[in-house]
């Protein structure tokens, strides 16, 4: 009998050590970049040649000034996709199902950006608060409505990354739940459940990956903006 | 981080391996061994640099040292959250 559904995202402790501690090392044990071989190994070629292809995708957007945060925006992409793929093996600990993770790793980042633009063309960034071409009498609105929509910006960033991991965590929960219920009723039944409940998987799989996408990608524009 | 082999100290004279040492000789073999924080991380750098070398920098490798970490990462987070899940598993008395 399930104590609660949402007790799966608990993180457990072991003398004292959280697994989470465990779950944020994977992905830096995980992919090894340095080594003897100045070429590098084939694994090391292959994630380079991915995050190539994938971060000349996220980078498009900004100009020259936005380059040098390539290295911060590559390595976030990496740990979000890894953390997310990882969480999807049996009995381990997604890190990023948890709000405050996800909130930590978003409010410094759009702060940041929203920060570098006012400290470097304030005139500039406080112009973003009008959109062009708004007629005279909805400006002071467009203003409030604006800032808020800046403001909201974290939350929604850390929000979309929680909630997307946790449902499809929950989901993956209640069908293999339901798939072994149904074994003593109706074999069939369960039969399709399982298929259901595999091609869920794969979503899940696709999920994990793109939500790492966005969120690099989403900082990316925000960056934009201010650069 | 970055650490080369030259860079880990080697524990001060050989001793027996651990797979060779009997279990009642365990407590004493520990206290033979460097157990302050650095040669503990030391240690793990050791066992880190020697999987690296057999598995990863090698010409042609394989998917074979991802399955054993994430194999071993599964079986660790079982262990580790044993107590939480044993509540939820189909058995006559919780």
């Given at each position: 009998?399930?104590v ?17 501690l ?10 090894v ?7 590098g ?71 940041g ?43 929604a ?67 934009d903006?201010?650069? | ?7 880990i ?10 797979w ?7 407590p ?5 061994r460097?157990?302050s ?12 640099l ?13 998917i ?31």
């Amino acid at each position: 009998m399930m104590v609660s559904l949402f007790s799966q995202f608990d993180s457990p402790w072991l003398l004292n050590i959280p697994l989470v501690l465990l779950a944020l090392i994977m992905p830096w044990k995980l992919f090894v970049s340095f080594g003897p071989s100045w070429a590098g190994t084939r694994s090391s070629r292959l994630v380079y040649a991915v995050m190539e292809t994938l971060m000349s995708q996220v980078m498009q957007p900004l100009n020259k000034l936005g380059f040098r945060w390539v290295v911060l925006f590559s390595s976030l992409m990496l740990m979000l996709m890894t953390l997310n793929v990882i969480g999807l093996f049996p009995y381990t600990f997604t890190p990023t199902t948890q709000l405050s993770m996800n909130l930590g790793l978003a409010v410094p980042l759009w702060l940041g950006t929203v920060v570098y633009g006012f400290r470097n063309h304030p005139v500039i960034a406080l112009a973003h608060l009008c959109p062009e071409g708004a007629p005279n009498l909805l400006v002071p609105v467009l203003v409030v409505v604006e800032t808020l929509s800046i403001l909201m910006r974290p939350l929604a960033l850390g929000l979309r990354l929680t909630a997307n991991l946790t449902a499809g965590h929950l989901l993956m929960h209640l069908i293999s739940s339901a798939v072994l219920g149904l074994m003593e009723l109706s074999v069939v039944l369960s039969g399709i459940t399982l298929l259901l409940l595999v091609f869920l998987t794969m979503l899940e799989i696709a999920v994990a990956l793109i939500q790492g996408y966005v969120f690099a990608i989403l900082v990316t524009l925000y960056l934009d903006e201010n650069l | 981080m970055g650490l080369s082999a030259s860079q880990i100290p080697e524990p001060p004279k050989k001793d027996l391996p651990l797979w060779d040492v009997k279990l009642g000789e365990l407590p004493k073999w520990v206290a033979r061994r460097d157990i302050s924080p650095t040669g503990v991380y030391f240690a793990f750098k050791r066992a880190e640099l020697k999987f690296n070398n057999k598995y990863v920098h090698v010409k042609r490798g394989g998917i074979a040292p991802y399955a054993m970490m994430l194999t071993g990462y599964c079986i660790m987070s079982y262990i580790w959250s044993y107590d939480h899940i044993k509540h939820d598993m189909m058995r006559k008395h919780h």
